[in-house]
């Protein structure tokens, strides 16, 4: 089982509609989540982080967590054309007790207008 | 805030040299440096995890003989590449971590062994 697992897509939506982008992940002890864009030919950009379950809204932004699903989602409101990237979900392992994050392979999300 | 820089952006070199990639953070203070590869469709791959002042922790398969890094200060690493070849053509991104656990990326930079 992969540790953050993402479905690649391509995920198509029209312009003004709501993306819906998932990610679970294996370890039950993962306190740190963040969902990165990244264009193509260009390094991801940080979003959003979320550390509690529930609601996170930054602008047309809303992350949602789950650790009991150990499921972390990011909803896109009124997607633009600009919004078409690759979104990446970032999660750090708690259990291995280190720095660093595990990033899925990307969801890439296409708007169409 | 959260601004990270890398230089060069491109580099272009033969195979045998070494190419040196610096990464500052410009508005803060990185406890931490990572360093990532991506090569085209795919994700990222951590490479090495760098803390000032101490030796590198390199990920499983990653040579450090052959990727040295050196984190002189709280805001800069630098990745060399040492004897490149064609295969080590990739885009390569750091990182950097000030406290908690976002880390804010570099613009990354893309290297082409000839």
């Known amino acids: 089982q992969k540790e953050v697992e993402q479905n690649s897509g391509p995920l198509s939506v029209p312009e003004g509609a709501i993306a819906s982008l998932n990610c679970t992940y294996s370890d039950r002890v993962s306190q740190s989540f963040f969902w990165y864009r990244q264009y193509s030919g260009k390094s991801p950009e940080l979003i959003m982080s979320?550390?509690?379950?529930g609601d996170k809204e930054d602008g047309r932004f809303t992350a949602q967590l789950n650790k009991a699903s150990q499921y972390v989602s990011l909803l896109i409101r009124d997607s633009q054309p600009s919004d078409s990237a690759t979104y990446l979900c970032a999660v750090n392992m708690g259990s291995y007790n280190t720095d660093k994050l595990i990033f899925g392979t990307g969801t890439r999300l296409q708007v169409f207008p | 805030g959260a601004v990270v820089s890398q230089h060069p952006s491109r580099v272009i070199c033969k195979s045998g040299t070494s190419v040196k990639i610096e990464c500052r953070s410009l508005d803060f203070q990185a406890t931490t440096m990572f360093w990532y590869r991506q090569f085209p469709k795919q994700s990222l791959m951590l490479m090495a995890t760098s803390n000032e002042g101490s030796k590198a922790t390199y990920e499983q398969g990653v040579e450090k003989d052959k990727f040295l890094i050196n984190h002189a200060s709280l805001t800069l690493s630098t990745l060399t590449v040492t004897s490149a070849h064609p295969e080590d053509s990739s885009f390569y991104i750091c990182?950097?971590?000030?406290?908690?656990?976002?880390?804010?990326f570099g613009p990354g930079t893309r290297l082409t062994v000839t």
């Open positions: 990182s950097a971590r000030e406290a908690g656990y976002e880390q804010y």
């Open positions: 979320i550390y509690s379950n």
